[in-house]
Every structure is written in C-alpha cells, then in structure tokens.
C-alpha cells in the first residue's frame, strides 16, 4: 500500500463508502505503481551499482559490490554508500535482495545477495541504449600508438 493510500484506510469509512473507496485506492496504487516503474530514473551510481550486481551474478552481496566498484573505477566507496544505494535499486524493483546460509567457519554470518529483476534489466538495456544514441557521431581522436 502507497504512503497516501495508508492515510486513508477504508476501515474508517461507513458502509457503502469503504468498499466504494477500496476500490478507488486499488486503481490509485495500480496507477502508482505503473507510472512510478514507466518513469524510474537511475542515477549514476545507481547504474554502476547496477552494472557490478549484473558482472557479480550470485556473487553479488555487499561488500563484493563494492570490491567491484572499486577494481572498475578505482574509487573507494564507503560501505553505507554502497549498501543505500543497493536498498534503494531495491525499492525502485530493479534489484532484489535474500539472506543466504550463513558462511559455514564458527560464528558465520549470513549475506544479503542481490539479484537483477526484469526492471533492472531492462533499467540497463535503456540505459544503454541511452549512452549509444549519446555517442553516435562523435569520434575520439586517439594518438597513434607507436
């Protein structure tokens, strides 16, 4: 349920009211929740964030994420930057998230995964398209190599 949907419960509504208004916020969230996929935006770092969960695979966990970002940017990103923006792909749909096993050494820990979700894929395949129609046209001069 949307955050304006949870201010106005249909439990506090009379009667012929509360399934009259059930219904009005069944199509609000439908349409909600349509318009807000149709129009998700990625950041930058969202994208690259995005990008090293795709190359990870089943190895995407957290702290590989940022392993990863690290070895293809050469920028050392913090833990909390990596993690907020992982839960926020997660909000958005375009990643999602399960505790594995715990690691099997004494006092072993659980991670939390992350997996593309169609949205994501499909949030990459625009975005590359996106960077491909930026490029047409330009050529880079590049000094010979000798």
Do not use: C
């Not at 009005?24 to 935006?41: E, K």
């Not at 995964?113 to 046209?137: C, E, I, V, Y």
């Amino acid at each position: 349920m949307t955050e304006f949907a949870a201010h106005w419960d249909a439990r506090d509504r009379p009667g012929p009211l509360r399934a009259l208004h059930a219904r009005a916020l069944a199509h609000f969230d439908l349409f909600y929740n349509l318009v807000l996929m149709a129009n998700t935006r990625v950041g930058s770092f969202e994208l690259i964030a995005l990008l090293a969960v795709a190359r990870l695979g089943e190895e995407a966990y957290g702290l590989a994420v940022r392993r990863e970002l690290l070895d293809r940017t050469g920028r050392d990103y913090s833990v909390g930057a990596v993690y907020t923006t992982l839960q926020r792909l997660e909000d958005k749909g375009l990643v999602s998230s399960e505790a594995s096993e715990p690691l099997p050494v004494r006092g072993g820990r659980s991670r939390r995964q992350f997996r593309l979700t169609a949205a994501g894929m499909r949030a990459l395949g625009d975005a590359q398209r996106k960077t491909a129609a930026l490029w047409s046209g330009i050529r880079i001069l590049r000094p010979e190599v000798g």
